[in-house]
């Protein structure tokens, strides 16, 4: 089975703190994606990356930013975190095929608290 | 752009009782379709999708949808529920793109 590791179910940071929330795939899909999950509102995508060291901004980047230096990791960074970041996060990979997008696969999220 | 609407926020039903979530799309091409459930504190996990051929699909755990491309939707059914179903229920779309667009998900209450 596909798995996808987030590395933290929760968290608490400070405002001001830098936040790193990491996500590793095992079966070597070419898409990750980071969503942010919010009451009433869905996952709206913040960022997504198709291969290493690309990546393509999403709906709401603004003060997120990733890195993907490795095809099974994709990390998600909170410059400063605020506390309008509180939410939950999820990632999710999912296979290239061609122009043919298939199903995501999500990780278990991390719920995020700034205070 | 692409778009998912997801009409009912919140949705009781008994158990037993049949269910329909209802989902429409907006899309410039053939969408790819996908309907996922999340239960409590847990990540998504996909109930079924329809890329191509027959427009009723069959899931786990009792689930169909159906693709209807004339009213742009594809509403997610069960025969009867069970407790055990009540979840969020997210329907999504996406393309070429492979990025996935997600409607604002329908809460499912089930009654003993």
């Known amino acids: 089975d596909v798995k996808v590791t987030q590395s933290s179910r929760y968290l608490v940071k400070r405002t001001g703190e830098k936040v790193f929330l990491e996500c590793v795939q095992d079966?070597?899909?070419?898409?990750m994606f980071w969503y942010r999950q919010d009451p009433g509102l869905g996952l709206r995508l913040i960022y997504f990356?198709?291969?290493?060291?690309?990546?393509e901004k999403g709906d709401i980047p603004e003060g997120y930013s990733v890195s993907r230096e490795k095809k099974e990791r994709f990390s998600l960074i909170l410059e400063s975190a605020s506390t309008n970041q509180t939410s939950m996060y999820l990632c999710?990979?999912?296979?290239?095929?061609?122009?043919?997008?298939?199903?995501?696969?999500f990780g278990q999220g991390t719920r995020l608290t700034v205070v | 752009a692409q778009s998912v609407t997801q009409p009912d926020i919140h949705i009781t039903v008994s158990e037993g009782a049949s269910l329909e979530l209802r989902c429409n799309y907006s899309?410039?091409?053939?969408?790819?379709l996908f309907w996922y459930v999340q239960s409590p504190g847990q990540g998504l996990q996909l109930l079924l999708k329809y890329f191509s051929g027959d427009t009723l699909v069959q899931g786990i755990k009792g689930f169909e949808a159906e693709f209807k491309r004339s009213q742009s939707s594809f509403n997610l059914r069960k025969p009867s529920v069970h407790w055990s179903d009540a979840a969020e229920y997210f329907c999504?779309?996406?393309?070429?793109?492979?990025?996935?667009?997600f409607g604002q998900g329908t809460r499912l209450t089930i009654n003993p």
């Open positions: 999504a779309v996406g393309g070429g793109a492979q990025k996935l667009v």
């Open positions: 999710a990979s999912s296979l290239w095929q061609g122009t043919v997008g298939t199903e995501a696969f």
């Open positions: 990356s198709y291969d290493v060291k690309m990546k």
């Open positions: 899309y410039g091409a053939t969408p790819y």
């Open positions: 079966m070597d899909h070419e898409n």
